[in-house]
Structure formats: C-alpha cells, structure tokens
C-alpha cells in the first residue's frame, strides 16, 4: 500500500508540473500578442500560446477571434501562464524540444513579446503579487540539489529583473496570495531531501519579510487537488484520498489561517479545482467520475461554504479540470475535447464552448479583461 500511494501521489505531481508535449497540428494565423478587445483568454494551447479575444459576450451569443503565437519553432516549451495586470501576462518555459530544461520566462504585453533568462533552470509555476508589483517563479524540482529549499524567485513586475528568492522546502503545489501571506500546499519534500519539515503541509509566508511559518507541522496523508482562499481568509483545500479504492471519499476542507481544520464538508468524487464566489458560493470541477484519471467527469458542483449544504451542479461539460471566473461568468477548461466552455454561473447554462482543435492540450487559462473584473488567484 505504502509504494502504490508513493506512485500515486508521484504522477499526480507530474500531472501538475510537466509540461505536454502534444504536437499542435493548428494553423498558425497570427504571431503576435495583440488582443485588441476588453476580454481575452491567454492559455497554454500544447507547448504555444493560444489567445482567445472575445469581441461579444452575453448571454445569447459569444464572438472571438483565435491566435496562436508559436513557441515551439523557436525550441521553447511554454508551461505556465499568469495575469499581471490588464496588459501584462507571464510565462515560463520549464523545458525545450528535445528533453533538456529551459530557463527562461516569457513578458506578454500588447504588441510587444520579450523572454528574459533567469538563473535557475526549469522555471514552472507562477504567483502573481499585484499589490507588491512583484512575480514568484518556481525553478525546477532537483532532489538533493538546493539545501535552503527550491528556489522560489522574485520577479519585480516593472523591471523585469530578479529582486530575491525564497527557498521551498518541497514541492509547491497549490497556492494564493492572501493580504499580506502567500500560502500553499507543499508535498513530497522528504522525498526530495528535506527530512527536517513534513512530507506534505501547509506553508504560510510572510510577503513583507519572507519569514516562513507550517501550519501542519504534523502534516497531511492526502492529496491536495485545488486550494482557493475565501473573503473571510479561510484556506479551502480538495482533499482527495491517496488509496484509489476510496476515490468515492473526496471532501472539501478548511483551516483557518493558524492551520486549524474548521471546515470539513463531503463532495462529489473525481474534484480537480476549485473558486469561490463573493456569495460563498464553491464551484468544483470533477474531471473524473468512477475512478482516477477516467476523464468521465461532465460537471460543476456547487456547495455553501459556511454549511456544505448542495446548491446543485453545471451538466455537460467533458472532464473539466481549470475554472475562472469574471463577472457573471465561468470559464471552465475541458480535458476531454480540448475546449473552454463559458457558463452563466446564475443561470447556470452553458452558453458557448471554444474548440482547439484534437492534438492539443489545454492548460493554465488565464482571464484578462480591462473592465472591473475578479478573476481567480
């Protein structure tokens, strides 16, 4: 059982962190970054960049352009994708065609794309701080490599220019931003070589000083799929079981931000993200259904927050794994055909879905829009 867990928890790590390397066999119709409308959609389209401008928008119809700006013929692997502002997007590129790690990152603005090199290689996640004008880079996970921790860089947002890095013991794997904290769900770092910390916790951070603190200094024995932090600052995380015979156990926990467990509430299995809304209301997305990675998943359950009480569910999506929202709408990744549907989350309706294409993959969707917007993370 110990090694079956071990294995498990090691691919749900790679799903997370390894980039797809899925051939992108679409046009390429235009090879800039200018999106000229009030919303785009910038997303990780198998390696490139694809970009979604929606010139309409309501509740009857959706219009959009779609540009790809091609990464791959340059050697470069785009992996994740993070809003800045309302013109400025991050990217990183953890590796290259062929197999050996990239270092570099990548600075979207209108008409205007600039890659810059860090020191570290195989730059991964990405954590915006809008307030501190400052971006956090992960590098990559090198077991026994990096004594104070994985290299966690910081990116001052203006410059451009490193300013600082903050060592992780592990792996980061969930994370926000929360005043003036950034938390996160950190796993595997025995494996990785830090025998003194747990093997998976929760890590609070002090943004003004880089001071860290674990909320879980007895840690946790599950996986975390999704973490979102509500308006009152308590920690949500998925708690999905490591033994894939309770694949049907899946909850929804809460710690407060001393990392005491406040909230444990039931949800439906198969849960891979999630948001909350200023209502406290969670959106979840279930990729699968009857088992790991069956990618049977078709819905959006809603659950109350303060009484885990069911408000219902979205139907007909295809194995949904990302989930933004702006506004009155959801924009939610399917896995399973290579889409975004766009939902009225009142009404709960799907109104339009965006196709790529069959030999893509989707991931790290970014909404950016230059109205009064509250986009996740």
Same mark, same amino acid.
């Given at each position: 059982?110990?090694?079956?867990?071990?294995?498990? !928890?090691?691919?749900?790590i790679?799903?997370?962190?390894?980039?797809?390397?899925t051939?992108?066999n679409?046009?390429?119709?235009?090879?800039?970054?200018?999106?000229n409308?009030?919303l785009?959609?910038?997303?990780?389209e198998g390696?490139?960049?694809?970009?979604v401008?929606?010139?309409k928008?309501?509740?009857?119809?959706?219009?959009y352009?779609?540009?790809?700006?091609?990464?791959?013929k340059?050697?470069?692997?785009?992996?994740?994708?993070?809003?800045?502002?309302?013109?400025?997007? !991050?990217?990183? &590129?953890?590796?290259? $065609?062929?197999?050996?790690? =990239?270092?570099?990152?990548?600075? $979207?603005?209108?008409?205007?794309?600039?890659?810059?090199?860090?020191?570290h290689?195989?730059?991964s996640?990405?954590?915006?701080?809008?307030?501190?004008?400052?971006?956090?880079? $992960?590098?990559?996970?090198?077991?026994?490599?990096y004594?104070?921790?994985?290299?966690?860089?910081?990116?001052?947002?203006?410059?451009?220019?490193?300013?600082g890095?903050i060592?992780?013991?592990?792996?980061?794997? =969930?994370?926000?931003?929360y005043d003036?904290y950034?938390?996160?769900?950190?796993?595997?770092?025995?494996?990785?070589?830090?025998?003194?910390?747990?093997?998976?916790?929760?890590?609070?951070?002090?943004?003004d000083?880089?001071?860290?603190? @674990?909320?879980?200094?007895q840690?946790?024995?599950?996986?975390?799929?999704?973490?979102?932090?509500?308006r009152?600052?308590?920690? &949500?995380?998925i708690?999905?079981? !490591?033994?894939?015979?309770?694949?049907?156990?899946c909850?929804?926990?809460?710690?407060?931000?001393?990392?005491?467990?406040?909230?444990?509430?039931?949800?439906?299995?198969g849960?891979?993200?999630?948001?909350?809304?200023?209502?406290?209301?969670?959106?979840?997305?279930?990729?699968?259904?009857?088992s790991?990675?069956?990618?049977?998943?078709?819905?959006?359950? $809603?659950i109350?927050?303060?009484?885990?009480?069911?408000?219902?569910?979205?139907?007909?999506?295809n194995?949904?794994?990302?989930?933004?929202?702006?506004?009155?709408?959801? &924009?939610?990744?399917?896995?399973?055909n =290579?889409?975004?549907?766009i939902?009225?989350k009142e009404k709960?309706?799907?109104?339009?879905? @965006?196709?790529?294409?069959?030999?893509?993959?989707?991931?790290?969707?970014? @909404?950016?829009?230059?109205i =009064?917007?509250?986009t996740?993370?």
């Open positions: 059982m110990y090694f079956k867990t071990k294995v498990i !928890l090691l691919s749900l790679l799903s997370f962190l390894v980039t797809a390397c051939s992108n679409k046009i390429i119709d235009d090879e800039n970054s200018n999106a409308g009030k785009n959609i910038y997303i990780n390696g490139n960049l694809g970009i401008n929606i010139t928008l309501s509740d009857v119809k959706v219009d352009i779609k540009k790809t700006v091609d990464f791959k340059d050697g470069d692997i785009l992996f994740a994708l993070k809003s800045i502002s309302s013109s400025k997007v !991050l990217g990183t &590129f953890y590796d290259k $065609l062929g197999g050996q790690l =990239n270092n570099k990152y990548v600075v $979207l603005q209108p008409d205007k794309i600039s890659k810059i090199a860090l020191e290689d195989g730059p996640s990405i954590v915006s701080d809008s307030k501190r004008h400052r971006a956090y880079i $992960l590098s990559a996970i090198k077991p026994n490599v004594k104070k921790g994985i290299p966690l860089d910081i990116i001052d947002t203006v410059t451009n220019q490193k300013i890095e060592g992780i013991k592990g792996v980061m794997l =969930n994370y926000q931003i003036n950034l938390f996160m769900t950190v796993v595997k770092a025995n494996e990785l070589g830090y025998k003194e910390v747990p093997d998976n916790y929760i890590l609070k951070i002090n943004l000083n880089n001071e860290q603190r @674990i909320l879980t200094p840690g946790f024995d599950y996986s975390p799929k999704g973490m979102y932090i509500s009152n600052g308590t920690i &949500f995380i708690e999905m079981p !490591l033994d894939p015979e309770q694949f049907d156990d909850r929804l926990l809460g710690y407060d931000s001393n990392g005491k467990l406040i909230k444990n509430f039931p949800v439906d299995p849960a891979r993200d999630i948001l909350i809304d200023d209502k406290g209301v969670a959106y979840i997305t279930h990729n699968d259904k009857y790991y990675s069956d990618r049977k998943g078709d819905m959006i359950s $809603l109350n927050i303060n009484t885990g009480k069911s408000l219902g569910n979205i139907q007909g999506l194995s949904p794994t990302e989930i933004q929202v702006l506004g009155n709408y959801l &924009f939610v990744i399917n896995d399973g =290579n889409s975004i549907s939902i009225n709960k309706k799907i109104i339009s879905s @965006i196709g790529f294409g069959k030999n893509v993959t989707l991931k790290s969707m970014q @909404i950016v829009s230059n =009064n917007s509250n996740k993370k």
